[in-house]
């Protein structure tokens, strides 16, 4: 049987998330674990009058591909990948995974060379979502892997996950219309500003958002959502940001991230575990050195880290920094095949300050 809560998250999904129409080219990307859900998203679509269809990878495909690949295989851009990019309508991504350290043990040197390889469909990617000819989604599924990262039980993560994503409420839509109203004020009185400095245990660092936009991230993009963003003056990035929650990224943590940045670009980065990777994800390409996103996370139902960028970096009190890839819509220019985010805990002294003004205090906003 069903769970309901599966329906109401697809009707989130299909219609608010998504807001799949008559026609739409709809591709679902997935595992099998995640079949509850496909089921009744791909049920939705069908409702719709759109054309969906499934791009399903199985369990331990990247680990074959990234311990055996050639350096030809590594470079290899698939047309069909690049078709997709170019005509795809709308696209949801739903995470679940049977081992969410399959990865731990593979090249990070192969990794990123796999990733600059994708560097264009990347690109092409942010275009199109900034153009606004491809909507896109992410959101997880409850399955084990992720509830023992999260160091919860399945139906414990299950329920984590489902809230978070405001399927308890009466009307979901209606809540997460509720929290773009809210946001909304955010991005006004932030977007009035010029320049940014985070102060916290071990950072300080400042950088010019003039003439960026600020984005109302209410679900629309992740699910669940909760966080306002922009795309920092790329060239104006300085001082020292310590990371107070592992960073997770392509299947591996660094732990203990510092980055120190001078005129925009990661001069010195330092990790407790994970630093050779930290340093060869940096050198994936011309861009991954410089930030490519700056946020502060305001969903505040979400509160314990889990080791699931989807929902660490909107934890409620939070603030995240992506290196590499800006969203063009943000005004950010910044080109990458990667977008790292990283999250650092603001809740206890941690302050912002907006032309000198101090605007949000141990996790909140003062104004």
Same mark, same amino acid.
């Given at each position: ?7 109401? @998250?697809?009707?989130? @999904? ?88 399959? @990865? ?264």
């Amino acid at each position: 049987m069903t769970d309901p809560r599966y329906v109401k @998250l697809a009707g989130v @999904l299909v219609h608010y998330c998504l807001e799949i129409e008559k026609g739409d080219l709809f591709q679902i990307n997935c595992s099998p674990l995640s079949a509850p859900l496909v089921r009744e998203v791909y049920r939705e679509a069908v409702r719709s009058g759109a054309h969906p269809f499934l791009r399903v990878s199985l369990p331990g495909l990247d680990e074959i591909f990234l311990k055996g690949a050639k350096k030809h295989q590594l470079k290899y851009v698939s047309p069909i990948a690049e078709f997709t990019m170019e005509n795809v309508d709308k696209l949801l991504s739903i995470r679940a995974s049977s081992n969410t350290k399959g @990865l731990t043990n593979t090249d990070p040197q192969k990794q990123a060379q796999a990733r600059s390889a994708r560097r264009e469909i990347m690109q092409r990617f942010m275009e199109r979502s900034a153009e606004g000819e491809l909507m896109w989604c992410g959101t997880q599924f409850p399955c084990n892997a992720s509830a023992q990262d999260a160091e919860m039980s399945l139906a414990e993560y299950e329920d984590f996950v489902l809230r978070a994503c405001l399927v308890h409420r009466k009307d979901p839509i209606a809540a997460w219309k509720g929290v773009h109203r809210k946001q909304a004020k955010l991005c006004r009185m932030l977007g009035s500003h010029k320049k940014l400095r985070i102060v916290s245990e071990g950072t300080d660092i400042s950088m010019s958002v003039e003439g960026r936009k600020w984005i109302n991230s209410d679900g629309k993009h992740n699910m669940p959502s909760g966080e306002v963003f922009t795309g920092p003056v790329e060239d104006s990035v300085e001082g020292t940001i310590s990371f107070s929650f592992p960073a997770c990224y392509a299947g591996k943590e660094a732990h203990d991230v510092r980055l120190t940045f001078k005129e925009g670009k990661v001069v010195d980065a330092k990790a407790s575990k994970g630093e050779d990777f930290l340093k060869a994800t940096l050198d994936t390409d011309e861009g991954s050195r410089y930030v490519g996103e700056i946020a502060v996370g305001t969903n505040y139902s979400v509160q314990q880290f889990t080791k699931n960028t989807l929902f660490d970096e909107k934890i409620g009190g939070t603030i995240h920094m992506a290196v590499g890839a800006s969203y063009p819509d943000s005004g950010g220019q910044n080109q990458s095949s990667v977008h790292w985010d990283m999250v650092n805990d603001m809740r206890e002294g941690g302050k912002i300050y907006a032309d000198g003004k101090l605007v949000y205090k141990d996790g909140e906003f003062v104004e």
